[in-house]
């Protein structure tokens, strides 16, 4: 996984600026900002993400609801391990305080696998449930991900990442001291 990196590539940057804010702001009928951006890669026989909830790993900010576009670089699909969704409950509210689904919880629902490819555009909020398998491919499949909030609840942008490297340096000093 790779954070941080929107601002500095103009061409991201711009297209962000230019193409999804004002998007995501349109279909959300309020302004929306970036809260966060990242690259997440799935390596080839990389294990899949456990069934979840994206609303309480920011839990910090007092932001009501998240949004995430999510792009693809390459063919997102069931042999690689796309992404899965509950499609078929509507505004699910919180259903663990971690965010991870005891799997009592998630085998209730009916999950529908996402598979996208690189022209697709896939938006969902920080509430609805969702995973992914295994990548059972021979090749890698990679994902950007930008999050949103509304503007009126502020933006938070430099504040996450400024959160994300202090915990990312206090975990590998507790490494280093082991």
Known sequence: RIENFTYYHQDINEFVEEKITPLLSLICDKEMVLFKDKI???????????????QPAWSDFNIERFYSVALF????????????????ENNIGLLSKDGCLPQEIEKKFNWEYFETYPRDLLIFDSYIPHKSDKNNSGNS???FYFTFNSLEEGNFYTEYVKKKDNISLLQMNEEINL
């Open 40 to 54: 997440n890669w799935k390596l080839s026989k990389g294990d899949g993400f456990k069934a979840h909830q994206d």
């Open 73 to 88: 670089a390459g063919p997102s699909i069931k042999e690689n391990g796309c992404l899965q969704f509950v499609t078929d």
């Open 141 to 143: 499949r990679s994902i």
